[in-house]
């Protein structure tokens, strides 16, 4: 591929990664301010039907996220291929994979779950079950929840591959992302493994994967526009 389109794309890929750190900071803090409860579905939802314009708050931010990633990952893989074009291939190919499943998970929770919202008018026991699939948690229950996570560990197989190439460079920042990108693709699938098996402390994985994400986005970001 032409030299110069892959600088393109790495400089794009670059940018991405700022908006993407700049979101993330930004939905971070929504969700300390503004936490949903951690308990049952019954009590989500009545946190949420009492509020429901924070499903956009929540959840609109991450999936901006997600989106980003698309020229993230082309940016990484552009950066990658001279030098490892295996391993550039399967990172675009795994990473990519992530964001339709982010998408659809996030989307629907301002989308069709607003919708729920709407629908229940005192009625909350008939829309609990619907609820309990279509709202967003760690819940076994929650079919977005798996469909997110599921999407997450696919974008650590992403990470994991990025990360292989990555640390083979001679640079010491090249090495560094390579690292933050390999710890995140581990505690996405142990994050995964905790959510499939029901494992409570497993699970916590995936909440400090995001904060591990962010500081290898950073580093992609400082990588990519250097």
Known sequence: MNLSILRDLEQAGGMAAVAAVVLTVVWLATMVRTPPPEGEASERLAFYAGRPDLLRVHFLPAMFIAV???PIWLGLAASIAPSHGLLASLTLAF????VPFALIGYSLQFTAVRGVLESISGDEDRWLPVW???SFSNAPESATGWLVVLGYAIW???AAFAAAALVDGSGGLEVATGIALAVTALLTWLGAIGVVGRNPRLKWAVLVSGVTSA???GLIAAL???
């Open 156 to 158: 650590g197989i992403g």
């Open 132 to 134: 309990r699939v279509l």
């Open 95 to 98: 990473g990519l994979l992530y």
């Open 68 to 70: 980003a990633y698309v």
């Open 215 to 217: 500081v290898a986005t």
């Open 224 to 226: 990519l526009l250097g």
